[in-house]
């Protein structure tokens, strides 16, 4: 069974980086499909920030306008989002997750717990 | 950015009754569109992708219908453990996006 877990601060301030790790295991990344960061703002709705596949392509949401930088980790068996210049309006609960299939826009079937980011000073 | 729009926004019901939960695109996405729902701090968990193709493990009394622009999600005989917000995605053309959802109450 996949299992996915990210870690990562739950307090940054404005203007600083976000830095989330998510950890897979019971599937080595290498093996296929692409791996995806989605964020919950406090009672609103989804938002796909981008994926990643264990060769490094990647796909990015242009809303977030360059600010974030997804990587992966095969020798750990991870990958992880980089979100600059963080702002009030970055509050919210970061998913990492799996898509079904091998292809990079499919939906995601494996969730992490999510990690809930809060951006104050 | 292909917008997703839910009706209606929230829904209540009672168990073994019939809801339909509809999601419209702003443009046409052929049958790429996938349901997941939500229960209050939980992940998502995907219900139906491909417009009618039912996950693994998902009851059938969940089914989905559609294609192009407008799809439903139909949840029939109601139990308990259906409640939660439910979310349309579209993924035909990025960025994926995701509609507003849709609280169910049971």
């Known amino acids: 069974q996949v299992h996915l877990q990210e870690s990562g601060p739950g307090l940054v301030k404005p203007s600083e980086t976000l830095s989330l790790i998510c950890s897979v295991s019971?599937?080595?990344?290498?093996?296929?499909?692409?791996w995806g960061w989605i964020r919950q703002p406090p009672g609103k709705g989804l938002e796909w920030l981008g994926s990643?596949?264990?060769?490094?392509?990647?796909d990015y949401n242009p809303s977030l306008k360059s600010r974030v930088t997804i990587s992966v980790d095969t020798s750990n068996n991870q990958f992880s989002l980089k979100l600059v210049s963080l702002t009030a309006a970055d509050t919210a609960v970061y998913y990492c997750?799996?898509?079904?299939?091998?292809?990079?826009?499919?939906?995601?079937?494996?969730w992490g717990q999510g990690v809930r980011v809060t951006v104050s000073s | 950015d292909i917008q997703m729009t839910q009706s209606p926004s929230s829904v209540s019901a009672s168990v073994g009754d019939r809801v339909t939960i509809t999601c419209r695109a702003s443009?046409?996405?052929?049958?790429?569109l996938a349901w997941y729902q939500q229960k209050p701090g939980l992940a998502p968990r995907l219900l139906i992708y491909?417009?009618?193709t039912l996950q693994s493990g998902v009851p059938s009394r969940f089914s989905g219908s559609g294609s192009g622009t407008d799809f439903t999600l139909t949840i029939t005989r109601l139990q308990p453990e259906d409640f939660g917000t439910f979310y349309c995605?579209?993924?035909?053309?990025?960025?994926?996006?995701f509609g507003q959802g849709t609280r169910l109450d049971i």
């Open positions: 997750a799996r898509t079904l299939d091998f292809t990079s826009s499919a939906p995601f079937d494996f």
């Open positions: 019971g599937y080595s990344l290498t093996s296929g499909y692409y």
């Open positions: 990643i596949y264990h060769n490094g392509d990647t």
């Open positions: 443009q046409g996405i052929n049958r790429w």
């Open positions: 491909a417009a009618y």
């Open positions: 995605q579209q993924t035909d053309t990025f960025p994926i996006t």
